[in-house]
């Protein structure tokens, strides 16, 4: 819309990032699965093998690095999702709302991988860094993506003003058009009370 094109260039930008990421989260799902297979095999070592720690440290902190990276990725997302809210007409803005509900579910779900891992390791240096970064992005990323999610649930759900005399007038030819064909069957519509009791201030409807 010509509204907007003042926006073309950036939204472009903006397309072509979101289309880079697709494809690195694509990437991320075979890392992950390919991460896992030598952790299933390290918890068949036998805990009296004088490599087992060793293995089994590496092993899971490699495990942790696809949902680690791709909670980077959710946040580059969640950026761009931003960053094209006020830039999009009302037709896009619904798809940014969802886009954004997805993304903040998998920065959670990658973060959930991220600390089922950790959870068995020590405490050394590298794992205490990658916690903390963990910990950052869910506490700055989970509050800008819900963010965009309450602001498109606002401007969707904003009441639009509804004006008295066009819906009088559309009523108005609705019935007139009703009771016309009423009469073209003998029938003379009328308007009646149908009154319970005697309560003096129903009676002065009469």
Known sequence: KKKYSQFDAENTEIIKKA????????????????????????????????????????????????????????????????????????????????????????????????????????????????????EQMLLTYKDKAQAVIDNVMERLRTKKVLRGAPVAAALTEELSSRTIKLREHGITPKLLILRVGENESSLTYE
């Open 19 to 134: 289309e880079e990421l697709r494809i690195r989260f694509l990437e991320l799902i075979e890392e992950d699965a390919a991460a896992f297979e030598p952790l299933s095999k390290a918890y068949s070592i036998p805990k009296s093998d004088p490599d087992y720690v060793r293995i089994m440290s590496e092993a899971t902190l490699n495990a942790c690095m696809p949902p680690y990276h791709t909670m980077k990725c959710c946040c580059e997302a969640i950026d761009l999702l931003d960053r094209i809210l006020n830039k999009c007409s009302v037709l896009m803005i619904s798809d940014v709302g969802c886009g954004a509900v997805a993304v903040k579910a998998a920065l959670e779900s990658a973060a959930v991988n991220v600390f089922v891992n950790t959870r068995s390791m020590s405490n050394d240096e590298n794992v205490i860094e990658l916690e903390a970064d963990v």
